[in-house]
């Protein structure tokens, strides 16, 4: 947004410098070819003519010495230049004549104020000693340059003035038209994290209609996204809820079902069993998601991350021998985060058990514990299959499978993941996948350090 402003306060300044400079050099021009009252000339042919004279006094009273001096003067004046050439057409000073002088001279044209040719002035000049020359006086350069020439101080005063104030009026501008955009942004940028709440609300600065309009309709859309985003997890949540009672008489009358069957159904029953586990498990995790998106982070506290993985790694190692595999810190070092340590402790068990589970039967399970840019980071390596490339950010989505094989395998519930994704987004950290070199998948976590 900063960029923005600068762009639209250059836009606009630039703008305004060159209409300033428009504005001068037309006043310029008209200023000097505006004819002077009862005198056929133009002010820029009157001063053209000012100058000859000058010239003239100056060869009658001093002589060639005398005209010399003076047209050296001349040249201090930026804005005219005076020629005096003699017959052979050589300049008195010994500069370089220009085509278009001598072709003033060639053709000159007479008028009631003496002679000219285009927008040069002639006049013949006569020496002490008889001697004849010919005097060309032209303007340097166009309008607006020969008005700084002639101004100086007045002109750049009144340019510089007049950028200061379009530059504060260029400011506000920018200001009048950023700002409301920048809040707007903000509250985008809330909503984008999450906090469904926000709202553009009152605009201080920079209330046209178009920018009302559009954080009205910025705030209906959040709003209706609330509305939308809650629904569904009240739906999720109700859902869940109302299941619960139905599996509690379910692994009830399963009981019983058990006390009374035969000894040859006790499979069977053992199978309803473990579906309605997973089914309650699901709906644990379901509830728990909903939690999640729907309340802040409480009890925050510092946790030593380097003992919680440790002691998840005991667990885990412990539960991976079944597989069998193995699971091993390969490096760790003590740290702290500030976080809700039963979210984090969580969020992390997912991961690692998620890698047990997927690992290749005998393989080892790492995990490495380091600090990078003032971050806890932790990597979780397993030894499996891997997940495809396109699927690495999906599979922290909930019940996404990305292979229906590898996770009907595990009988996972596919939350396990987004759950661990949810909470350490909740304590301001980053979480991602990736296949690793020589095969597996590697979870990288990253935490702010308390």
């Known amino acids: 947004m900063r960029r923005l402003f600068w762009r639209i306060f250059g836009l606009f300044w630039v703008a305004s410098v060159a209409l300033i400079l428009a504005i001068a ?10 004819k002077l009252p009862g005198l056929d000339l133009t002010r820029m042919d009157f001063v ?24 050296r003067d001349m040249q201090e004046l930026r804005h005219v230049i005076v020629y005096v050439l003699d017959a052979e057409q050589r300049d008195v000073l010994g500069r370089e004549v220009p085509p278009e002088v001598r072709e003033a001279i060639a053709n000159p044209v007479a008028d009631s104020e003496g002679l000219h040719y285009q927008r040069m002035r002639l006049r013949r000049l006569t020496a002490p000693d008889g001697a004849q020359y010919v005097a060309v006086a032209r303007f340097r350069g166009p309008a607006l340059l020969r008005l700084l020439y002639r101004r100086p101080n007045t ?40 906090d469904l709440s926000a709202r ?70 053992d199978r309803i069993e473990r579906e309605a586990l997973r089914l309650e498990e699901m709906i644990g995790q379901a509830i728990q998601l909903s939690r999640m998106e729907t309340t802040t982070p409480t009890r925050v506290e510092d946790v030593a991350l380097h003992e919680l993985v440790a002691d998840i790694a005991a667990d885990a190692a412990f539960e991976a021998q079944a597989r069998p595999c193995a699971l091993h810190v390969a490096q760790s070092m003590p740290l702290t985060v500030r976080a809700e340590a039963d979210l984090l402790t969580s969020a992390i068990e997912n991961v690692v058990r998620n890698a047990v589970t997927y690992t290749a039967a005998g ?8 600090r990078i840019d003032g971050q806890a980071r932790l990597r979780v390596r397993d030894c499996g299959p891997g997940v495809a490339p396109g699927d690495c950010v999906r599979i922290f989505e909930p019940y996404f499978r990305a292979d229906a094989a590898r996770a009907r395998r595990s009988g996972g519930s596919g939350l396990g ?34």
Do not use: C
């Open 363 to 370: 393989s080892t399970v790492l995990l490495r514990l380091d």
């Open 417 to 450: 993941l987004a759950i661990a994704k949810r909470a350490i987004e909740r304590q301001g950290g980053r979480i991602h996948a990736a296949n690793a070199e020589g095969g597996g998948l590697e979870v990288e976590i990253l935490l702010p350090l308390a």
């Open 155 to 194: 002109f750049w005063t009144h340019v510089a003035v007049a950028m200061v104030i379009s530059a504060g009026f260029s400011l506000l501008l920018a200001a009048y038209i950023t700002a409301p955009l920048a809040q707007i942004r903000r509250s985008a940028r809330r909503v984008a994290r999450g």
């Open 48 to 71: 053209l003519n000012d100058e000859l004279r000058s010239a003239a006094h100056a060869l009658r009273d001093g002589g060639m010495d005398g005209m010399r001096q003076r047209l």
């Open 25 to 34: 050099w037309t006043t310029s021009y008209n200023f000097e070819n505006e």
């Open 200 to 269: 553009v609300g009152d605009l201080p600065f920079g209330r046209s209609a178009e920018i009302l309009a559009l954080a009205r309709e910025f705030d209906q859309m959040a709003a209706r996204l609330k509305d939308l985003v809650e629904g569904q997890q009240r739906l999720i949540r109700d859902v869940s809820h109302e299941m619960r009672s139905p599996l509690s008489r379910l692994r009830v009358a399963l009981e019983l079902a058990r006390a009374q069957a035969p000894a040859e159904l006790a499979a069977q029953l």
